[in-house]
């Protein structure tokens, strides 16, 4: 969960003041606004793409459910069909 919060440099206390000066190395004007947001940290890039793998792989075996049933020539003519169109109809 996300929390911002918004506030002019002069309505902060001191210490608060001077903590956000040290870490922008500058002076603050009272009439300055401080935004602060603090945030979950985004997943890796290989957490992400581990997800997505997890995901899939949930996405096939459910998809595998439904056809089970269907003959094999059923779905080799599918494939089939689908590779001609691909290959005769050029994007």
Do not use: W
């Amino acid at each position: 969960m996300r929390s911002i919060a918004i506030q002019k440099a002069g309505d902060l206390p001191p210490a608060a003041k001077a903590a956000v000066e040290q870490l922008l190395g500058r002076t603050l004007a009272a009439d300055e606004q401080i935004s602060i947001v603090a945030s979950p940290p985004e997943p890796s890039v290989q957490e992400s793409r581990e997800e997505v793998a997890l995901n899939l792989a949930a996405f096939l075996d459910r998809r595998a459910k439904e056809v089970r049933d269907v003959p094999e020539e059923e779905i080799e003519a599918a494939i089939d069909e689908a590779c001609d169109y691909v290959r005769h109809h050029p994007a």
